[in-house]
Nanobody, 121 residues
Framework: EAQLVESGGGMVQTGGSLRLSCEAS????????MSWVRQAPGKGSEWISS????????YYADSVKGRFTISRDNTKSTMYLQMTNLKPEDTGLYHC??????????????WGPGTQVTVSS
């Protein structure tokens, strides 16, 4: 059974940094494009970043461009999201998901349970 488990969230002050991880199991990780999606309190989900199977192609939403960096290690079946210069509006539950294409949002099913990021002002 395919499984995604996120970790690395926490509470930081504005301007702080966090590194999220997404560990995959139950499927051939290196064959799938992957994405990060976040859900803010009282808001819908926001697709924030995607990465191709080899890591050569990436996508970032304008809201995180220049501050977040997506990467992956196929030998560890793990994807990462390095987040810097965090802002209160980055607060939310961060999920990882498989992506059909790097330039399209991931499907709404099959996400991991998420890791909470809280940024205080």
């Amino acid at each position: 059974e395919a499984q995604l488990v996120e970790s690395g969230g926490g509470m930081v002050q504005t301007g702080g940094s966090l590194r999220l991880s997404c560990e995959a199991s139950g499927f051939t990780f290196r064959r799938f494009n992957m994405s990060w999606v976040r859900q803010a309190p009282g808001k819908g989900s926001e697709w924030i970043s995607s990465i191709s199977t080899t890591g050569d192609t990436t996508y970032y939403a304008d809201s995180v461009k220049g501050r977040f960096t997506i990467s992956r290690d196929n030998t560890k079946s793990t994807m990462y999201l390095q987040m810097t210069n965090l802002k209160p509006e980055d607060t939310g539950l961060y999920h990882c998901a498989k992506a059909v294409r790097v330039d399209l949002p991931p499907r709404s099913d099959g996400w991991g349970p998420g890791t909470q990021v809280t940024v205080s002002s």
